[in-house]
T-cell receptor
Framework: KQEVTQIPAALSVPEGENLVLNCSFT??????LQWFRQDPGKGLTSLLL?????REQTSGRLNASLDKSSGRSTLYIAASQPGDSATYLC??????????????FGQGTILTVHP | KAGVTQTPRYLIKTRGQQVTLSCSPI?????VSWYQQTPGQGLQFLFE???????NKGNFPGRFSGRQFSNSRSEMNVSTLELGDSALYLC?????????????FGNGTRLTVT
């Protein structure tokens, strides 16, 4: 079964810390892996998309890595800020067919950054 | 550029009723996907539409259906509502036919079934 798991379920850190969120997936045959952010009561905001052929992607203070052989991805957030507080979701677009809109999501990591 | 628009934002329905949710994708995006989000099950894929055709369907009963119009706008319908259908329903659009095009989500429709 194609699944996605995120660890930890929740994380609380003081402002300024660097932190790592983890994501694991069960099948290495993927098109891409995407990281999203969700604020309470809102939809998802796309943060980074890593293609199957890539090892990492960077955007500002965010860096995401992908290791297909081990079925793992990490999201690194540098110099965390209170505004980073949100739920972070990892989603995998498993290979097969042409349905690129079907993502399998992890349960998310609830991040709280306190001043 | 306007984002993905979902209407209505909130809905309260009674068991046994039916409901229709609407989604307008980003201009130029021709693929629309629908997801259900609940505290217990998380985000689950419902279905995906492209060029008015359903391209994929998740593991949901036949009470859940959808369609896409020629302007790429999409609707989903849930018939004979059950309490367990209470959820946040999210719509996402992407550039169709492009494998590594990120999904852009709307803010969702919060459905409460009483």
């Amino acid at each position: 079964k194609q699944e996605v798991t995120q660890i930890p379920a929740a994380l609380s850190v003081p402002e300024g810390e660097n932190l790592v969120l983890n994501c694991s997936f069960t099948d290495s045959a993927i098109y891409n892996l995407q990281w999203f952010r969700q604020d309470p009561g809102k939809g998802l905001t796309s943060l980074l998309l890593i293609q199957s052929s890539q090892r990492e992607q960077t955007s500002g203070r965010l860096n995401a890595s992908l290791d297909k052989s081990s079925g793992r991805s990490t999201l690194y957030i540098a110099a965390s800020q209170p505004g980073d507080s949100a739920t972070y979701l990892c989603a995998v677009n498993y290979a097969g067919g042409t349905s690129y809109g079907k993502l399998t999501f992890g349960q998310g990591t609830i991040l709280t950054v306190h001043p | 550029k306007a984002g993905v628009t979902q209407t209505p934002r909130y809905l309260i329905k009674t068991r046994g009723q039916q409901v229709t949710l609407s989604c307008s994708p980003i201009s130029g995006h021709r693929s629309v996907s629908w997801y259900q989000q609940t505290p217990g099950q998380g985000l689950q894929f419902l279905f995906e539409y492209f060029s008015e055709t359903q391209r994929n369907k998740g593991n949901f009963p036949g009470r859940f259906s959808g369609r896409q119009f020629s302007n790429s706008r999409s609707e989903m319908n849930v018939s004979t509502l059950e309490l367990g259908d209470s959820a946040l329903y999210l719509c996402a659009s992407s550039v169709a036919g492009v494998r590594n095009s990120p999904l852009h989500f709307g803010n969702g429709t919060r459905l409460t079934v009483t």
